[in-house]
């Protein structure tokens, strides 16, 4: 396809690199990131997945041999040669990345004729090698790595020995590891070798494949079927800056309003009003918190998008009024599909306006979808994205707080929309192939800006199907999961990896969403959600009540602790989405993003750290009443429910009846807390409390605590609050030393005192600029009340 180097031209940090049968555009991004771009199927356009990228090349040397073209970064070497191969090393000359140069066969499957056509008969889904692609780039494979990343996938953390596609699909059978596509599409993989981390994000919208040594063991691939041949090379050394230099190209979740990190309530179906009112009610009466509820499909007038149901919902403005008096938020869902019927305002006005998806003649194209005859706006059209978001506004103005966009791959009952499909393309007409995986990212993006306009705060946005970069506009939820342990179970590594992928801010139904939840499954799956950005509760129509209170009093108490713990950790939540902000690190990581000098970390499905203070290893087994925790090597770790101490490095046996989820804090931690809450803002926040485990003796550790009005964008004009939190103990370990200290002081509100919890601490005496403190002994701690400033506490 490319043939010999026969030059190069260099225009600052963009370098132009002739073959004989094509030319090839390296440039360098920052001196860990580069791109490949190769013109295989015409001119470049605008990525959809990139949108505001500061180049920051620094130094760089290019040189030809007349055989390889290097290039040398701060951080990278990149030799080219003949046929567009590429080798890319450390500055070591360490090779991280290797292009294949064998031939590369795939294994054989077995089996031929009569056998096949009986295994299909009696049902059996079987494999196929078939592939539309237009071209393929193979990587040589060493043994020692790793891969994650792929956002929304099945299957286990580490995606080495699979084959996966990128092809936004809505299969509601149950989901399970043979599964290559689901409802997002994030062609964006990091590797981890020998410790080295660096990731690929192949941007292409067109159906994308990604074979991680299932073909051959010597090699990984990836193939597209149809665009130009543009990828990043992102290097770490650590995993983490491999997210950050990812989320620096794609972008990171703006900060959430304070209220949708609360728990959230959902179901197909809360309808008629009346019902809605009784969930509203229960949570109340029980004090169980819970700050949201979802409107699925049945508050609208027969399923047309933007419409109530007026026999259901008589008055939806008073009652989101009251509801809102009582401390809840409604959040309604929102399909892309709008009901082909004359006389409906939003179908004649996509109608009139040509806003809709055509056939290949140009005629509006109609599937069916809820509704039953629909039609799909042209979300890849500016111009429809400015009448959706301004049709937000139809929503808000009623009182609605967010929109939940869904079936937006777009899902379609009466087979899946042909190729031929036609979208305009910001101008550029092309067909549903290159549009299809970026549909719900545009919707996503045409609610979050509609939601943006209406109403200036910061906008809550759900969606089902994703591309990559659409953490900008929208979290996401990992649709129809099921009440299945197996699904508990597969919603870590899926989490685990969406976060990789730039999707901070994720979660998953709750309890399962399709068939009838246990209490056993639901009191370990609210342990689950409690740590999981977003946390939802959400099942399907005609399934078993799910709601905290549905099972029996022990259920009920169980959702009552962990909702109540996840309303004390709103700060650290809070804190962690701030951060994230800039980082583009996730909330929900798995161990080996902080501990990757700690290989036994690289294989953990079935444990999470929440942030990088809060080790949780949930129970996902049916009745375990115990199990193995892996603390990871460089931290100790103190038990949360009884403090007791660990070094890290080792396995350790932990008792989990029902009620408890094991959970560890990092030694050294100081951890933010909020009092429990029925709703964000039911109680004025006067006094912060700071949940301490005192650092190895000669250690400091230190925290940063942001504080603002939870819902604006002031802080983006300075209109917020930093504090900076220290402690120190002593070589002696007879002293400990906390330092309290406002450093940014531009939000009006702030608090007038801190409750001070000191784990594992006796105090004899505590003294503030020299004046003695009141503070008690508790048992193993000792707790206080100070104001800002330095303490000398004596044990
Ligand atoms: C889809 C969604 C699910 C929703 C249902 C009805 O299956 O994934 O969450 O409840 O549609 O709208």
Redesign the pocket.
């Known amino acids: 396809m490319f043939g010999e180097i026969i030059g190069y031209a260099r225009k600052q940090n963009r370098i132009t690199v002739e073959f004989e049968k094509n030319k090839v555009t390296i440039a360098v991004i920052t001196p860990s990131i580069i791109n490949f771009f190769a013109p295989i199927a015409g001119e470049r356009r605008p990525s959809k997945a990139i949108e505001h990228l500061e180049e920051e090349p620094g130094a760089l040397i290019v040189d030809f041999t007349g055989e390889t073209l290097t290039i040398r970064t701060e951080q990278l070497i990149v030799k080219v040669t003949s046929d567009f191969r590429v080798n890319i090393s450390d500055p070591s000359g360490t090779i991280l990345s290797e292009d294949y140069r064998g031939t590369g066969t795939a294994f054989i499957r077995r089996g031929a004729g009569e056998g096949i056509a009986m295994a299909a008969e009696e049902g059996h889904k079987l494999a196929s090698e078939e592939e539309k692609i237009s071209y393929r780039l193979k990587k040589k494979l060493d043994p020692n790595t790793f891969f994650y990343g792929l956002g929304e996938k099945t299957g286990h953390l580490n995606k080495k020995g699979y084959h996966y596609k990128m092809w936004n699909t ?1 299969d ?1 059978s149950p989901h399970v590891e043979s599964f290559e596509t689901l ?1 997002k599409s994030i062609p964006f993989l990091i590797a981890l070798k020998d410790n080295q981390a660096f990731g690929y994000f192949f941007d292409t919208t067109f159906e994308s494949q990604f074979d991680l040594g299932k073909e051959n063991s010597d090699y990984y691939s990836f193939a597209s079927a149809g665009g130009n041949l543009d990828y990043f090379f992102i290097y770490g050394p650590s995993v983490k800056e491999v997210v950050t230099g990812y989320t620096k190209l794609t972008g990171t979740t703006p900060l959430p309003q304070l209220w949708t990190l609360g728990y959230q309530q ?4 809360y309808a008629p009003e009346e019902r809605l009112n009784e969930v509203a009610d229960t949570f109340r009466e029980k004090e169980i918190p819970c700050d949201v509820l979802h409107l ?2 049945d508050y609208m007038d027969g399923y047309r998008v933007f419409t109530w149901d007026r026999k259901k919902f008589p008055n939806p403005e008073e009652l989101l009024k009251k509801l809102k008096a009582e401390g809840f938020k409604v959040v309604t ?1 929102i ?1 892309p599909g709008v009901k082909k019927d004359r006389g409906y305002a939003i179908y004649d006005q996509g109608l009139a306006n040509h806003y809709f998806a055509t056939d290949k003649d140009h005629l509006p194209y109609v599937n069916q979808v ?1 509704p039953g005859d629909a039609l799909f706006p042209d979300f890849s059209n500016g111009k429809v994205r400015a009448w959706w978001a301004d049709n937000q506004k139809i929503m808000t103005d009623l009182g609605v707080s967010g929109i ?1 966009n ?2 937006n791959e777009p ?1 379609s009952f009466k087979g899946p929309l042909p190729d031929d499909v036609q979208f305009n393309n910001d101008g550029i007409q092309t067909d549903h192939r290159e549009i299809h995986n970026v549909y719900g990212h545009y919707m996503a993006k045409a609610t979050y800006e509609g939601i943006k306009q209406a109403t200036g705060k910061r906008p809550f946005v759900i969606t ?1 199907a994703c591309y990559a970069g659409t953490q900008k506009y929208s979290t996401v ?1 990992t ?2 999961n099921q009440s299945l342990w197996e699904h508990l179970r597969m919603a870590l590594p899926m989490l685990m990896n969406l976060g990789l992928s730039g999707v901070a801010f994720c979660g998953t ?1 709750v309890g399962g ?1 399709g068939f009838d939840c246990t209490s056993e499954l639901l009191s370990r799956w609210v342990q689950v959600g409690a740590f999981t950005p977003l946390f939802r509760n ?4 005609f399934t078993r009540d799910q709601e905290p209170w549905a099972f029996d009093e022990q259920t009920e108490s169980i959702n009552r602790k962990y909702i109540g713990l996840r309303y004390q950790l709103l700060p650290y939540l809070y804190d962690l989405l701030h951060d994230e902000e800039t980082t583009g690190l996730p909330i929900m990581r798995p161990l080996l993003l902080d501990y990757q000098n700690d290989p036994a970390t690289y294989e953990i499905n079935d444990q999470i750290l929440c942030g990088e203070a809060i080790l949780v290893a949930p129970v996902v087994e049916q009745g375990a009443k115990t199990r193995l925790v892996y603390l990871p090597k460089g931290s100790r770790w103190i038990d949360f429910w009884t403090k007791e101490s660990y070094e890290g490095g080792q396995y350790i046996v932990k008792a989990a009846p029902l009620d408890v989820c094991p959970i560890y804090i990092k030694e050294g931690s100081i951890i933010p807390l909020y009092p429990v809450q029925n709703y964000v803002g039911e109680k004025a926040i006067d006094q912060l409390t700071l949940d301490l485990y005192p650092p190895e003796n000669g250690e400091t550790s230190s925290y940063t605590h942001y504080q603002d009005d939870g819902e604006s964008f002031e802080y983006r004009n300075g209109s917020y609050n930093l504090y900076e939190f220290s402690a120190q103990l002593s070589e002696s370990s007879k002293e400990l030393y906390v330092s309290i200290n406002a450093t940014h002081h531009g939000y009006e509100k702030s608090y007038d005192s801190f409750k001070l919890i000191l784990n594992n601490t006796k105090a004899t005496s505590v003294a503030q600029n020299d004046a003695p403190i009141p503070f008690k002994v508790m048992g193993n701690k000792t707790v206080l009340v100070v104001k800002e400033g330095e303490l000398h506490i004596k044990l």
């Open positions: 809505d509601p409802y959902s179901r197909w179906a699925d499909i869902i399909d809820w939940w869904d079936m899902a089902r939820w649709g129809d139904d969403f959400h099942s399907s129509i």
